[in-house]
């Protein structure tokens, strides 16, 4: 399976087959985040880059609040990324904190978000503990979902259900591999 490893901002995805050869396309960097990576809520939601280079991730703090679902959007440097030589987008995740995460991950056609023009899927992360969550087009929850159209994919969303207590977590990579038409 070809994997590509990926910093979180993806610009640069627009032709993800110039970068089939599994280089990185980008450095998590502060300028980029300005541009792509928003929070849900400002207030609740912090986001730093940590380490540097090859190395560098993303620090991701959920304090406890009014946001339901506390995380972060990855917006296409354009209208959409096309990632129609792909089956799927996953994310690696280290838990932070100091209580267990249900971590999600969303990716997204254009269009109104009720109307549910998206897949995802979460999986649960101990404290101290790493997890991947991979997202196969056209599944919700390891279920037929959405026909989420690859060449249209207008952002990546990262997010943890809202508790009582802060919880955080450290982006680590965020890929895109597989072949189209696969399934979960």
């Not at 087959?17 to 980008?26: D, F, I, T, V, W």
């Not at 100091?98 to 997204?108: F, G, M, Q, W």
């Not at 390891?142 to 955080?168: I, M, N, W």
């Amino acid at each position: 399976m070809r994997t590509l490893l990926i910093a979180l901002a993806l610009s640069g995805l627009a032709n993800v087959s110039a970068a089939e050869n599994g280089q990185r396309l980008l450095q998590f960097d502060k300028q980029t985040m300005a541009k792509q990576v928003k929070t849900s809520n400002d207030a609740q939601v912090g986001v730093a880059v940590v380490g540097q280079g090859a190395k560098s991730a993303l620090h991701v703090t959920c304090k406890a609040g009014a946001t339901g679902f506390p995380g972060i959007a990855v917006t296409a440097p354009g209208v959409a990324w096309d990632l129609s030589t792909v089956g799927h987008v996953e994310v690696r995740v280290a838990n932070t904190g100091t209580s267990a995460i249900d971590l999600a991950l969303r990716v997204d056609n254009p269009g109104d978000w009720k109307q549910s023009p998206w897949n995802a899927e979460h999986v649960g992360i101990a404290p101290g503990a790493a997890g991947t969550v991979r997202v196969c087009f056209g599944y919700n929850f390891g279920q037929p979902g959405y026909a989420l159209d690859a060449k249209r994919v207008s952002q990546v969303l990262v997010f943890v259900t809202g508790k009582a207590e802060e919880q955080s977590f450290r982006i680590e990579s965020l890929a895109v591999g597989g072949k189209p038409g696969e399934k979960p």
